[in-house]
């Protein structure tokens, strides 16, 4: 079902408009990413499998969606952000369908897969719209505000509708994408076209950076129960390996790469891309481990779940609004490194709780880790976006959230493979300690950033 062409004048510009259709198309994507954690117990007595299973749902989404984000970055500045938000927001809405009806744990895990295609596809169109839309830097850092919006508002919700559609049945919390996936298709009608810039695919880059993130994480939850050492798994680390040098190699020798490697000459860009892996690892890294934590070692039901973890997603949505003030008040570096610090506070925090520590504790503690990601995101956002001019803000997405998402599919990879291999708190404890020191030593790193200079608009 193709978007149709729109050429006549009641078509908007405004760039409400816009605005609008990205925040649904972000909240959609983030609403997935949320809601199956809380249902992921439901779904291992209903389908079977094991833990490494389990993280396949999750990490069968999250690997397409950082894997594609290069190529779909690419695939909107060449055929238009408008055109290919639709063509992802379809596939994401059909590939919800077939989740719904998924009758074994390996058909599930395949819908999975191609939602996250439809995911990466929409996700850079969608900020690409919003670049568009607004040429003045600080009217969009605004925009991009109100656009994670959408995806705290989903944070806040998922987990609470996941625990309660669980209640009845696991496979509703798919079925809610249809409707927000037909109202994105209807605002979208309304925008007006985007300009295309027309060049040949970069196939030799996509299939490397694929092979690369997928040897890297089956290696990483394959080998807790094969063993790092095995034939196989060493294998797959060899295939990242020579993955990544061919990679590099052709992005810097190809006609058409779909990263200019110039990007990575401006140490801003550069040092807030590590950022973004690091901060979304320990988010999905921590709403993957509680998820478990409540149900299994806590006998809490997947409502209570949701419940648990509202106060610190619903004030994530709470405060995200005021960000982008703050963003303009004190820059985009004091903000990156206020969110770290917090996030590295509350991950000690629950590192070091007792096992019996009243789960309402637990869920306090929670809140400095989603209050420190809402900070840094949007901040890691615009000082990217900044730096490209508007007809590559599509690749220079594709980019920033590659980062974001490969660092989520690591955090759930890694996370679940401590665990498997050895005692569930003492593993949870080593992810969230080791975690937060890394955050620690980035916070340094990142108050090297150069502040105000992300927010002029040079192009």
Not at 167 to 189: C, K, T
């Amino acid at each position: 079902m193709p978007v149709p062409a729109v050429s006549t004048p009641a078509v908007a510009a405004r760039p409400r408009l816009s605005l609008t259709v990205a925040m649904l198309g972000f909240f959609v994507v983030a609403l997935d990413a949320q809601i199956v954690n809380v249902a992921l117990p439901e779904i291992r007595s209903d389908l079977g499998g094991g833990l490494a299973g389990l993280q396949w749902v999750v990490t069968g989404y999250t690997l397409m969606f950082s894997a594609l984000q290069l190529f779909a970055g690419t695939f909107s500045d060449r055929t238009g952000a408008r055109r290919a938000y639709g063509l992802g927001i379809i596939l994401f809405t059909v590939a919800s369908a077939a989740c719904a009806f998924s009758p074994t744990l390996p058909t599930l895990i395949a819908g999975r897969i191609l939602q996250g295609i439809g995911a990466a596809m929409i996700t850079p169109a969608s900020l690409a719209l919003i670049r568009e839309a607004y040429h003045d830097a600080a009217a969009r850092g605004r925009a991009i505000v109100y656009w994670g919006l959408g995806g705290s508002v989903a944070a806040a919700a998922g987990p609470v509708l996941g625990g309660l559609l669980t209640q009845i049945d696991w496979r509703l919390i798919f079925f809610v994408n249809l409707p927000v996936g037909a109202a994105a298709l209807a605002v979208l009608s309304r925008v007006a076209p985007s300009p295309r810039r027309p060049a040949p695919f970069d196939w030799a880059g996509q299939i490397t950076a694929v092979l690369a993130l997928a040897s890297l994480t089956y290696g990483i939850i394959e080998g807790a129960e094969a063993g790092y050492g095995s034939p196989g798994i060493l294998l797959m680390f060899a295939v990242c390996a020579v993955s990544v040098v061919a990679f590099i190699r052709v992005q810097a020798k190809g006609r058409h790469p779909m990263i200019p490697l110039d990007l990575f000459r401006s140490r801003a860009v550069s040092t807030v891309l590590i950022i973004a892996v690091v901060t979304m690892a320990a988010f999905y890294g921590i709403v993957f481990l509680q998820s478990l934590y409540f149900q299994q070692e806590r006998g809490s039901s997947a409502l209570e779940t949701g419940l648990l973890f509202l106060p610190m997603t619903a004030l994530v949505a709470i405060l995200n609004p005021w960000v982008a003030r703050l963003m303009v008040r004190y820059g985009h570096a004091a903000m990156i490194a206020a969110g770290q610090v917090v996030m590295a506070a509350g991950l000690a925090g629950l590192c070091f709780l007792p096992p019996d520590a009243p789960v309402l504790l637990v869920a306090a503690l929670m809140i400095p880790v989603g209050v420190g990601g809402s900070f840094t995101v949007p901040s890691i956002i615009a000082v990217v976006l900044d730096q490209v001019p508007a007809e590559r803000a599509g690749t220079a997405s594709g980019v920033v959230n590659t980062a974001r998402q490969v660092g989520g599919s690591l955090g759930v990879a890694i996370f679940g493979a401590v665990l498997a291999s050895g005692e569930f708190m003492a593993g949870m404890r080593a992810s969230l300690g080791v975690t937060a020191a890394v955050l620690i030593i980035l916070v340094v790193v990142s108050m090297a950033l150069r502040p105000g200079r992300q927010q002029q608009d040079t192009h």
